[in-house]
């Protein structure tokens, strides 16, 4: 916007003014008028998302930037490791885990069913097709109890109800004539706060049948959202 002398001023800076009538410069009155010639000059030019040093290559006006970076898919998620302090796209993260930390992974479909051993610690699941959220599956000894599992999915955005995925989790066991099952939404987080205790997250425990992790099992199936998280 300009006065009619030519004084320039932005939008922003302009809701500002206590005297909007008058220049803030040369304080002429009249108020001010749209600048036709700069808007085509800030329309020209194009600012890069906060996000590309973790491979955003995206460059949108600079009024549209904020609206861009709230969905970004490259917004960083961060490690859970204590005392790590990696960040970076879930595709960078997925690596750090399984080569820096050597964490255990496992691939799997949508909508089909898989074998988790239960073995203390953190197991990274990720999709068999490149691209998409990454989940991590935290199993933990509860004495006197047994095993409790806890899925988060890691996503860089605050994700609704509507855009959850759902997880089935199944438990048997034929010498213990035990089954156990559960369906849950997944709870969603960019881990910026570490691995979310158990009052932030679901989880489910089964009880223990053998001292040998490897010999405890549990089936899961996760399914996508019906509204595709952004």
């Known amino acids: 916007m300009q006065c009619r002398v030519g004084h320039v001023i932005c939008s922003s800076c302009h809701h500002k003014l206590r005297k909007k ?22 329309e020209s030019i194009k600012v890069s998302c906060s996000n590309s040093i973790y491979g955003c290559t995206i460059k949108t006006h600079y009024y549209q930037q904020e609206e861009h970076e709230k969905s970004c898919p490259h917004a960083p998620c961060f490690c859970p490791e204590p005392g790590c302090g990696f960040a970076g796209s879930t595709a960078q993260l997925q690596r750090h885990l399984t080569v820096d930390h050597m964490l255990p992974a496992t691939a799997f479909a ?66 213990m004539g035990w089954h156990q099952h559960s369906n849950f939404q997944i709870i969603s987080t960019n881990l910026s706060n570490g691995f979310p205790g158990e009052e932030a997250s679901y989880t489910f425990v089964v009880p223990k049948i053998s001292s040998d992790p490897h010999t405890t099992t549990t089936r899961l199936l996760i399914r996508p959202p019906k509204i595709t998280c952004p």
């Open 110 to 175: 949508y909508g089909y069913s898989f074998t988790l051993h239960m073995q203390e610690g953190m197991r990274v699941l990720h999709r068999k097709e490149e691209g998409g959220p990454l989940f991590l599956a935290k199993f933990t000894l509860v004495p006197p109890f047994g095993n409790a599992i806890s899925i988060l999915c890691i996503h860089p955005h605050v994700v609704t109800e509507n855009h959850r995925f759902e997880c089935d989790v199944d438990f048997y066991s034929r010498t």
């Open 21 to 42: 009538d008058n220049c803030h410069v040369c304080a002429i009155t009249g108020g001010y008028n749209r600048c036709i010639a700069f808007d085509h000059i800030l």
